[in-house]
């Protein structure tokens, strides 16, 4: 992630959140919670406000979540009611802790570059058997927006991409409109991939 956006969002962390914290995510939830056993671990990876990490928390999920945003992160820490560690996908280094990851909104700051390696690092941190969930704005090629950097994804590029990381596979993808005020003309790319169980 470039330091342009992170300072971005510890800029604007009050606004973002104020921004994303009401977004209705019901249906999202709906796709990624019944692939993850009731009382499992999941990572929410960039968990901007901690809004996800939150719900999974009061569904009875051991729950852990980081942010490369330092103000978002004590943002977050105050809602879950414990720490979230500041860090960037790239710096993940972890071995089969994770039933779930939850990557909303949140893999699409990393250059389309480092993708195929933080999904090396994502998929080394997921459990055998465990499902990442992860959302692009949808389209290709990388762009700027008012100082934040954003990688688009689509269907072929993402298959591109796995390519090189051959224990991920997808169950599948799908397109969503955005669903905060004044947005919905967004469209969204949504993923769901597992790691073969052992």
Same mark, same amino acid.
């Not at 921004?19 to 009731?38: G, H, W």
């Not at 990876?45 to 330092?70: H, M, N």
């Not at 699409?108 to 499902?131: C, E, M, N, Y």
């Given at each position: 992630?470039?330091?342009?956006?992170?300072?971005?969002? @510890?800029?604007?962390?009050?606004?973002?959140?104020?921004?994303? $914290?009401?977004?209705?995510?019901?249906?999202?939830?709906?796709?990624?919670?019944?692939?993850?056993?009731?009382?499992?671990?999941?990572?929410?990876?960039?968990?901007?406000? !901690?809004?996800?990490?939150?719900?999974?928390?009061?569904? !009875?999920? +051991?729950?852990?979540?980081?942010?490369?945003?330092?103000?978002?992160?004590?943002?977050?820490?105050?809602?879950?009611?414990?720490?979230?560690?500041?860090?960037?996908?790239?710096?993940?280094?972890?071995?089969?802790? =994770?039933?779930?990851?939850?990557?909303?909104?949140?893999?699409?700051?990393?250059? +389309?570059?480092?993708?195929?390696?933080?999904?090396?690092?994502?998929?080394?941190?997921?459990?055998?058997?465990?499902?990442? =969930?992860?959302?692009?704005?949808?389209?290709?090629?990388?762009?700027? $927006? @008012?100082?934040?950097?954003?990688?688009?994804? @689509?269907?072929?590029?993402?298959?591109? $991409?796995?390519? #090189?990381?051959?224990?991920?596979?997808?169950?599948?993808?799908?397109? +969503?409109?955005?669903?905060?005020? #004044?947005? #919905?003309?967004?469209?969204?790319?949504?993923?769901?991939?597992?790691?073969?169980?052992?």
């Amino acid at each position: 992630m470039s330091s342009a956006t992170i300072d971005y969002y @510890n800029r604007h962390a009050a606004e973002y959140v104020q921004s994303t $914290i009401n977004v209705d995510m019901t249906a999202l939830y709906a796709e990624f919670l019944p692939l993850i056993a009731t009382g499992s671990h999941i990572l929410d990876a960039g968990c901007g406000s !901690g809004r996800d990490a939150a719900y999974f928390k009061q569904l !009875g999920f +051991t729950v852990s979540a980081f942010d490369a945003s330092g103000e978002l992160a004590k943002i977050a820490s105050q809602r879950l009611q414990q720490t979230v560690t500041v860090q960037q996908f790239e710096q993940l280094d972890e071995y089969e802790q =994770y039933d779930g990851i939850w990557c909303c909104a949140s893999l699409l700051h990393v250059a +389309t570059d480092s993708l195929p390696s933080v999904f090396f690092r994502l998929q080394q941190a997921l459990k055998p058997g465990g499902v990442l =969930y992860m959302s692009f704005k949808y389209g290709d090629g990388e762009h700027d $927006i @008012n100082g934040r950097r954003f990688t688009d994804m @689509n269907d072929a590029e993402l298959k591109k $991409i796995l390519k #090189n990381v051959a224990t991920l596979s997808v169950i599948k993808t799908w397109l +969503t409109q955005d669903q905060r005020a #004044n947005r #919905n003309h967004e469209v969204w790319f949504n993923a769901l991939v597992t790691k073969p169980a052992s």
